[in-house]
């Protein structure tokens, strides 16, 4: 977890140099943890590495994304365009009347579909609410169904002619039309059941039906010839006909942009699976049309068809079956031609793990009609794990005991968290025990939070209420929230909109009456919007008292801009180009620097803050936000630039091939470029005073290469040559074996091609599976859900196309360690932390008064120092870390058979090392290995964030002789330059290693 948490910073910058704004820098940084944990590897020899080419690649896919997304938000629009006016008309009548004939059904199927449809209730919960047994809830739905269709067929003589309407006119789909014209009677009612509510004010505005009278009915079948009107509300024959009419005009059929397809199998037995539903799984806000969904045929096949947008646009597939555990499956990078078409290939269904427990309040009293909403994927954050509150998995609803227990079986990528969300309140509960393979988790028990109150009062500058403005009070503590906000991507679930989102009434207030408390004090951030004014954001911490915050909404308006562009001297900078907002997206000037380095201008502000962008020749661009008053007219800004320069090089594949179209960016300076047919680019807005860092990602399917190309390029560098290792073609299939022979499901893998380059593979039950290995060394880490963890060397030689190997655990060996002072009397700190080499990991056991912090074990010395570890490899050495307050200690166990071995961890008071630079560090890391002077254990590692410092970082050490190596930035193409030297370590003392930059 350390090691991934200390790559926040760099990889935000590494975000940032893309040209994303914070909001999506922030969002790539939360994503590239996202894959890092789903994949559950673990070990990893360089974690930057890691995350920075799963970074790289998500942002190569967000780059391909902004260039296509003109065109698909085109297509979009065209596709949600607005009907025309009769259309509109027609629409409505149609929803009108399958309101009404809904509403006119006769009981127990009246109230089941509405309970199925209108409020959205799984059936097992329409069976729980209703206190029927589970087949009678299904038969009632499916004849409530069969009467619904048969009362509208026999209104307008053919289904085409009202079902037409329901699905959007002129903008249904023929297929998605033919489709529910085979009776699918489950996607009929929900699309009824989406204008439900405008449906049923116009149906109770509306005078009640009266029987038909006899008479003439005029042809046309206009409303004021019409003398009767149909039984139950329905339109009369004339109104039908001209319904009918306009339902059967000829409409363009919305465009098909791409289509999923593949074959869905169970992953224990590889049988195919019928009846399983295919979704897009949505990620994107601006993307939150309904998706269409497909159930899997006999023998498993599915073809998912998308007419909103491209898969790598909306997100994975979503594929859910009863019994199985939800799954949702990636998909390969996008293919050419229109439409789109994307093999998913063999998807294995996981069986998953049945959960069932409680929902109880503070009080221990069950809490009934709690929405259990499962999120599948956590993502590190500076102070732990967090969740996405806008994308859980609806798992189901606690019963009128509190009980509760999902028919779908869940699977997390990653440690979970079960939330369960209702009016009194929310919990969470993590579930880390959750795995692939059919298991159980019974007696799980969320308990609700304690909770908080709050009221908002919403008024505008001249003090007058707001009413109508939409309050959004997000928390900002794990694993709800984080530092940066608690952000929100899109619109909140329903169970969720209920506690932290509200709209003020004509008093201007809003209230919270159960806002959860993760501590004394919890930091939430409140949101505003209203129509015509200025979105708000308010940091607040909420207690057990009872709160009361005012925000103050401005309106857009002109403000003054008035600032000064200098250099780091304070020399003015002359003619320098001043845009407020987007420079990509405004690209007129707003204000020129004068003489004196001075500007000013005007702007209409919309939002609450001041985006400002400067640029000048011969100096690199800068980007200021600042925020404004609700209040202020005139705001102030100062630029201070720095010189740029150029840098120019080759992008060459491992036959000095040049590379087309792969982007260059210069890590934290929010520059980049793009290389053309020869490989060759120009990085403009590159610092010219100082090194910096630069680095490739590759075109293409990012299976097309392994690892990835950096460096750094001091100051006046000439041209520098990166390389990038193109991929080859075998295929690895690793049989995964338990002890006893049985299939072994990983928890965690990793795959490594030579020296520690991190390379994409796929873990189901019993195998690791991975394409297009290049020759060479290459080394599997596994470490599964139960028992000893693995490790494959292997090599692929030039030719091979396949390679199967398998690998069987040994059987596990447990450890019983203790931490002993040296000295005896040596005073322990209340915690410490033990934790084992990832070449051999075990699994710690806590007992009452310890912990677990990821894979490693916190343990109370006051109540013990004694702690066991179990599924430990006997067949490789077991490596044991202590540390705590100013103590280390290590221990290197030789475990020879399964069964128990004693061992014990000495830990003594340590001293540290500190790196000093004579000048600010003209990089952003450092590389430097130590050693244990004549012995074989030691660390090389690498530090980051570290541009411009004098004090680089200060390291705990064990006491003793050490000998240290550093690599200093060195000019292109040349030779790193090496610092080395030794040192001794004193207990209690820190130890400095003097660098001097070169010149």
């Not at 940084?29 to 790289?56: E, K, N």
């Not at 000893?788 to 450890?815: C, R």
Request: net charge neutral; glycine share 10%; charged share 20%.
């Amino acid at each position: 977890m350390d090691d991934l948490l200390r790559q926040t910073r760099w990889l935000h910058r590494l975000a940032r140099a893309l040209g994303a704004d914070e909001a999506l820098a922030h969002d790539l940084v939360q994503d590239t943890f996202q894959q890092a944990l789903r994949d559950r590897r673990g070990g990893w020899r360089d974690v930057r590495a890691v995350l920075a080419t799963m970074l790289r690649r998500r942002a190569r896919r967000w780059l391909r994304r902004e260039r296509e997304r003109p065109a698909v938000e085109a297509r979009a629009g065209a596709v949600a365009a607005a009907p025309a006016t009769d259309e509109v008309v027609v629409q409505a009548t149609v929803h009108r009347d399958v309101v009404d004939a809904v509403l006119a059904l006769g009981e127990p199927y009246r109230t089941t579909i509405l309970l199925r449809f209108l409020q959205d209730l799984s059936i097992h919960d329409v069976a729980h609410r209703t206190g029927v047994p589970l087949a009678t809830a299904r038969s009632r739905v499916q004849r409530g169904l069969g009467q619904l269709r048969e009362r509208l067929d026999r209104c307008y003589g053919r289904r085409d002619a009202w079902l037409a309407p329901i699905l959007g006119g002129a903008a249904a789909r023929p297929l998605l039309l033919s489709m529910v014209f085979w009776m699918n009677s489950k996607l009929i009612v929900a699309a009824a059941a989406a204008v439900l509510t405008a449906g049923v004010v116009l149906w109770s505005s509306s005078p009640e039906p009266v029987a038909p009278a006899p008479g003439p009915v005029a042809a046309g079948g206009s409303s004021a010839a019409v003398q009767g009107s149909a039984p139950s509300g329905l339109p009369a024959a004339g109104e039908r006909e001209a319904v009918a009419a306009a339902a059967a005009a000829p409409a363009p059929a919305a465009p098909v942009l791409a289509v999923a397809f593949g074959t869905v199998v169970d992953e224990e037995t590889r049988l195919p699976l019928p009846g399983v539903e295919i979704t897009w799984s949505a990620r994107y806000h601006f993307l939150a049309q309904a998706m269409p969904a497909v159930v899997s045929d006999h023998a498993g096949r599915f073809e998912l068809p998308s007419t909103v947008a491209a898969p790598h646009e909306t997100g994975d597939l979503l594929l859910r079956r009863a019994g199985y555990a939800w799954l949702r499956h990636p998909l390969a990078a996008a293919p050419t031609g229109a439409p789109r078409r994307y093999d998913a290939g063999v998807v294995a269904l996981p069986p998953g793990t049945g959960v069932a427990g409680i929902v109880v309040d503070p009080a221990g009293a069950p809490v009934a009609g709690a929405d259990l909403l499962f999120f599948d994927t956590t993502y590190w954050v500076e102070d732990g794990r967090s969740v996405m509150l806008d994308w859980p998995l609806v798992a189901g609803r606690s019963g009128a005991d509190g009980t509760f227990r999902p028919p779908e079986r869940l699977f997390s990528v990653q440690d979970a968290v079960l939330l369960a969300a209702s009016p009194r309140g929310i919990g969470w509960l993590p579930v880390p025990q959750l795995t692939r393979t059919r298991s159980e988790a019974e007696g799980l028990r969320i308990e609700l939070r304690p909770t908080a109150t709050l009221t908002v009062r919403v008024e505008g500058t001249d003090g007058a209420p707001i009413e109508g403005a939409d309050v959004v009070v997000l928390p900002r503590f794990t694993p709800l929230g984080h530092g940066n906000g608690g952000r929100a991507t899109g619109p909140l679930p329903p169970a969720l909109a209920a506690v932290f989102a509200a709209r003020t009434a004509a008093d201007g207030l809003a209230a919270f009456a159960a806002l959860p408390l993760a501590a004394a004090a919890a930091p939430y951030r409140i949101s505003v919007r209203a129509p015509d004014h200025i979105e708000a954001e308010v940091p607040i911490e909420l207690g057990a008292e009872p709160r009361r915050q005012t925000v103050v909404l401005g309106r857009p308006r002109r403000v003054t801009v008035v600032g000064s562009v200098r250099d780091a001297r304070g020399a003015p900078i002359v003619g320098a180009a001043v845009r407020f907002g987007r420079p990509e997206r405004d690209r007129d000037v707003d204000a020129v620097s004068d003489a004196e380095g001075a500007f000013a201008g005007t702007v209409e502000l919309s939002g609450p803050v001041l985006r400002a962008t400067v640029q000048a020749n011969g100096w690199r661009r800068t980007a200021n936000e600042t925020g404004v008053p609700a209040t202020a007219d005139r705001v102030e800004v100062a630029f201070v630039l720095e010189p740029a320069a150029v840098i120019r090089g080759r992008v060459v594949d491992d036959r000095d091939v040049g590379i087309e179209a792969a982007t260059v960016i210069a890590v934290g300076e929010h520059t980049s470029c793009t290389t053309d047919a020869q490989g060759q680019f120009e990085l403009h807005e590159a610092p010219a005073d100082r090194a910096v860092e630069i680095s490739v990602m590759p075109p293409g399917n990012e299976l097309d290469w392994v690892g990835t190309a950096g460096q750094s390029v001091p100051p006046g560098s000439g041209p520098v040559t990166l390389r990038l290792l193109r991929a080859g073609t075998c295929r690895l299939a690793v049989e995964l074996l338990a002890a006893d022979g049985s299939r072994l499901e990983a928890r965690r893998h990793q795959l490594e091609y030579g020296d520690g380059t991190w390379f994409p593979s796929e873990a189901t039950l019993g195998q690791v599976v991975a394409e297009r290995l290049r020759p060479g060394r290459w080394t599997l880490f596994v470490e599964p859900v139960r028992g000893a963890s693995l490790v494959a060397e292997f090599t692929i030689a030039p030719g091979d196309v396949a390679h199967e190997q398998t690998l069987q655990q040994a059987p596990s060996a447990t450890v019983v360690g203790v931490v002993e002072p040296v000295p005896a009397d040596l005073a322990l700190p209340s915690t410490l932390r033990v934790a084992c080499g990832y070449r051999n990991r075990g699994r710690f056991v806590p007992d009452a008064h310890q912990s677990l912090d990821d894979d490693a074990l916190r343990l109370d010395s006051a109540h013990g120092r004694g702690f066991r570890l179990e599924d430990v490899d006997p067949t490789r050495p077991l490596v044991l870390f202590v540390s705590g307050g100013d103590l280390l200690g290590r221990a290197e166990v030789a475990l020879r058979s399964a069964g128990e071995t004693t061992v014990r961890v000495r830990v003594a008071r340590a001293g540290s090392v500190r790196f000093v630079s004579d000048a600010p560090w003209p990089q952003d890391e450092l590389r430097f290995w130590l050693h244990a002077d004549g012995a074989a254990a030691g660390n090389g590692d690498h530090a980051t964030g570290l541009l411009g410092r004098t004090e680089l970082l200060e390291l705990p050490f064990a006491a003793g002789s050490w000998r240290w190596r550093v690599e200093l930035p060195a000019p292109a193409g040349t030779a790193p330059i090496v610092r080395e030297g030794v040192l001794e370590v004193r207990p209690g003392e820190r130890c400095d290693v003097h660098l001097v930059v070169p010149r």
